[in-house]
């Protein structure tokens, strides 16, 4: 089974047991066997520990995580510590006792070798022989963090039972769900580099084509009109700084609908009356989520393929549906062959003869799932539709810092 498919099993039974002890407290029950309270209070443990490590292994994850872990297993105290053997965490005996810190020396022994063999690393009573004849440590074991292949630090019990084979599994078995936690945490990582990756690739296809465009266009204002040059600028550069913002992976339909209007501001200036343009955006919508730029390839390419014929119109339409926002691009161009434009779209990342269009695909089913990818309808002198459906909620999925929604300044069903 996958590491995410681990976590879901036990996020699911922690679950059901939840609901079972709240069923069975209403009824006045007892809540089943010894077994299932000692399973119950291990799995909701287990859950209050995992937040600090999804964060990835550091003193603040490591001192968070520390005592639910020595909950876990009862023992007299826990230690964490990074690749090198350096302390992160302890919870248990204080760490300033002159016992503690003895016991805290063969922990951090068995740290290092640990990490030099990666294999688990146990110091018995009489090995650590403290010199205190009712010391109440029995054992210190130490266990590899794994990542990857790697090890990336160590978790150490300080146990008051002998170092039998059930407690050596049971230090082996948190460690290994320790490492799981930390694999997360380094998947949740990863995908957000590649999302961020994402964003840059699609920036390298939409710049080009625009800025080159505005430019040209604001240079041929300056001489004629010099106030809408103005205006322009200010558009362009308010575009920009939205497309080119480094801390985006998710924004608000809002947003994403304001930076639009910005894009054919300055192209109704270039294209005239050629562009004609209708937004329908239904108020409700406006707070969704949705990956950044995921809207703006679309209308550029509506625009860019929807004027063949010389004008064309462009609307954007977004509609509240249950549960859904259903958003659709359309304009009433050439439209091409759907064939071609499937196999563009597989190469579009490269080739960028769509701009984008394959990227907003794959990370819309990436954040929402498969069934939220693009949608495109067209053929041959049949114009092109471009609609995804986006869920009004998702779980982990939310735009940094969204402002207070507000229609974009296109006003609803009227040509621009």
């Known amino acids: 089974m996958s590491l995410l498919g681990n976590a879901a099993v036990v996020a699911v039974l922690a679950a059901a047991l939840t609901a079972g002890l709240m069923y069975r407290m209403r009824r006045r029950r007892p809540f089943g066997t010894d077994a299932d309270l000692a399973t119950y209070h291990a799995l909701l443990t287990m859950a209050q520990a995992s937040p600090p490590l999804r964060e990835r292994l550091s003193a ?14 009862s023992c007299l105290a826990v230690v964490l510590t990074d690749d090198e053997g350096g302390m992160l965490a302890w919870d248990g005996e204080p760490a300033h006792d002159v016992d503690a810190r003895h016991h805290a020396n063969w922990a951090h022994e068995a740290a290092t070798e640990v990490l030099s063999t990666g294999r688990q690393q146990v110091r018995s009573q009489r090995e650590m022989d403290c010199g205190r004849a009712n010391c109440p440590v029995r054992a210190v074991i130490v266990s590899p963090l794994e990542v990857d292949g790697g090890i990336v630090g160590t978790f150490g019990v300080i146990s008051g039972r002998a170092a039998d084979p059930s407690v050596m599994r049971a230090t082996k078995e948190v460690a290994r769900y320790v490492s799981t936690q930390l694999e997360l945490a380094e998947l949740d990582e990863s995908r957000s580099r590649l999302a961020y990756a994402e964003i840059r690739a699609l920036r390298s296809q939409i710049s080009p084509h625009f800025i080159y465009n505005a430019l040209t266009t604001i240079s041929h204002c300056i001489k004629t009109d010099p106030e809408q040059a103005r205006e322009l600028i200010m558009e362009f550069s308010e575009f920009t700084r939205y497309s080119f913002r480094a801390d985006a992976e998710f924004t608000t339909l809002a947003e994403e609908l304001n930076n639009i209007d910005r894009y054919l501001i300055v192209e109704k200036a270039r294209f005239g009356e050629r562009l004609q343009v209708k937004v329908q955006i239904a108020p409700e919508v406006l707070p969704v989520v949705l990956p950044f730029l995921a809207l ?16 064309g119109t462009v ?19 050439i439209g091409m062959d759907p064939h071609r434009l499937r196999e563009e779209m597989t190469d579009s990342h490269i080739t960028g003869a769509h701009v984008g269009l394959g990227n907003v695909h794959d990370r819309l ?7 939220c990818g693009l ?20 779980r982990g999925v939310r735009a940094i810092a969204p ?6 300044r296109s006003q609803p069903s009227v040509s621009a």
């Not at 539709?385 to 909620?393: D, L, R, T």
């Open 375 to 394: 949608v495109v309808e067209t053929g041959p002198g049949m114009g092109t539709k471009v609609s995804m459906k986006v869920p009004k909620f998702s």
């Open 60 to 73: 603040a994850s490591a001192t968070g995580a520390a005592p639910h872990l020595r909950a876990l297993l």
């Open 403 to 408: 402002p207070a929604p507000s229609p974009p």
């Open 365 to 371: 089913q990436a954040a929402f799932g498969d069934q």
């Open 296 to 311: 703006q390839p679309l209308v550029e390419n509506a625009v860019r393929h929807g004027l063949g014929g010389g004008s």
């Open 315 to 333: 609307s954007v339409v977004a509609e509240n549906v249950g549960s859904e926002c259903v958003i659709s691009v359309e304009d009433d161009g």
